[in-house]
């Protein structure tokens, strides 16, 4: 198993430290961790089940990836609520006529929303799909994640879809390093996805790098 870089190491030692660094490195487009922070209260204090996806959720998970956005996966019925509750008031659009794109109106951070019932990669039907986040979520830090199974799920399917999904197959690839995840961890993933899994597995206990082919 190759050895953790020191930075690595470094984030790694809290969720906040991964997003204050977030922040830092990328601070003329807002603080990631109080726009993160915000969201989060807003949702809960409105009722709306919510789970934090994308790069924020790798590194919640332990595996630091920067990032200027924070995507988040509602259901179709809490973006509706969001919108109602908190556009204008908080929140606007992103760009015009944007439904599911929107900024923080203080920090200025983007916020992308995907909504349970949608497919991963290319959107076309398959058997995994993005879940409803009351039931597939874990509490990081006072922040409610996507679970690890999910996540790692979510991104297999993606990277099952076309060649310019391969950066999801890395990071399951690295996630595993990172996480010294077992080769049985397939055993809690869609079956559709297992081969996919094990493949990874087995090509992550030598190289360096995602192998393609």
Known sequence: MPETPAYEAYVRQSPERILEEASEFFMQRGNMNQALRDLARRLDEAGIPYAVLGAIALGQHGMPRMTLDIDILLTPRGLAQFKAQYLGRGYVPAFPGAERTFRASDTGVRIEVITSGEYPGDGLPKPVSFPDPQEA????????????????????????????????????QDLIRALSLAEQFAERLDSSVRPLYQKLWSQSQAPDRLQEG
Do not use: P, Y
């Open 137 to 172: 979520w874990v509490e990081i830090g006072g922040i409610r994640v996507i679970t690890l199974e999910r996540l790692i799920e979510l991104k297999l399917a993606s990277g099952m879809t076309a060649a310019h999904r391969l950066r999801d197959l890395a990071d399951v």
